[in-house]
């Protein structure tokens, strides 16, 4: 049973670029979570996807954005790059639902010049 | 959101048991307790969750005071690979987020 899968594994970039990261989910996982983890941080929330729309976002400007297809496989997409942009980011599935845990990917490493 | 208390930093010794408090004073009643690690250069990885009572699994055991204003997670015995940041987050109603906060580190010793 495959986990969460993520691609590319690293990714560098310069100021201004767009990037596109991907993320396919565990099996029978129909959610996905996109978290931003910046060196010695903790993970910052970025916007959860369910039934192809997004169900909550947390506090990222609209350079963020992303999208689920129908195999509940999901994208995330950053526009105009800064460095600050620099950072881990990680893919988590789950089922709905408060109680569930969330099963994350190993992420990608994104790298802004 | 409510948030949690966790001490930045402990320390073990190799096959010991290790107690990680978290104290929660603002949970509802409806918020579920989570755990969450992660190993140096991975991706978090879940340990536990409880409601109200206390809960084991293969990984560890959660104790959840009568309260619910704080929490304990027990790793019974710990090995070089339970050393990680440990999270204790709060999870509930319609917020279906993972809010992290700065963890503990745990260090084992062997």
């Known amino acids: 049973d495959a986990g969460v899968t993520q691609s590319p594994t690293h990714l560098i970039k310069t100021r201004g670029q767009q990037v596109t990261l991907r993320c396919s989910p565990k099996s029978g996982h129909d959610t996905v979570s996109w978290y931003q983890q910046a060196l010695g941080q903790g993970p910052q929330f970025i916007f959860q996807y369910y039934e192809e729309e997004e169900r909550q976002r947390g506090n990222f400007p609209d350079r963020f954005s992303g999208h689920q297809f129908p195999n509940y496989s999901s994208e995330l997409n950053v526009n105009a790059l800064l460095l600050g942009d620099s950072a881990l980011y990680l893919c988590a599935s789950s089922f709905p639902g408060t109680g569930n845990e969330q099963f994350f990917g190993p992420g990608t490493r994104l790298t802004v010049l | 959101d409510a948030k949690t208390t966790q001490p930045n930093s402990m320390e073990s010794n190799e096959e010991e048991p290790v107690h990680l408090p978290c104290n929660h004073s603002t949970i509802s009643g409806t918020d579920y307790i989570h755990w969450y690690r992660q190993l140096p250069s991975q991706g978090p990885e879940y340990v536990i969750h409880?409601?109200?009572s206390n809960v084991n699994n293969r990984m560890a055991s959660l104790a959840i005071a009568e309260d619910r204003k704080s929490s304990t997670l027990i790793l019974h015995r710990a090995t070089l690979r339970d050393a990680a940041v440990y999270y204790c987050?709060?999870?509930?109603?319609?917020?279906?987020?993972?809010?992290f906060g700065k963890g503990t580190l745990l260090t084992v010793n062997p």
């Open positions: 987050i709060l999870v509930g109603g319609s917020n279906y987020k993972l809010t």
């Open positions: 409880g409601l109200t």
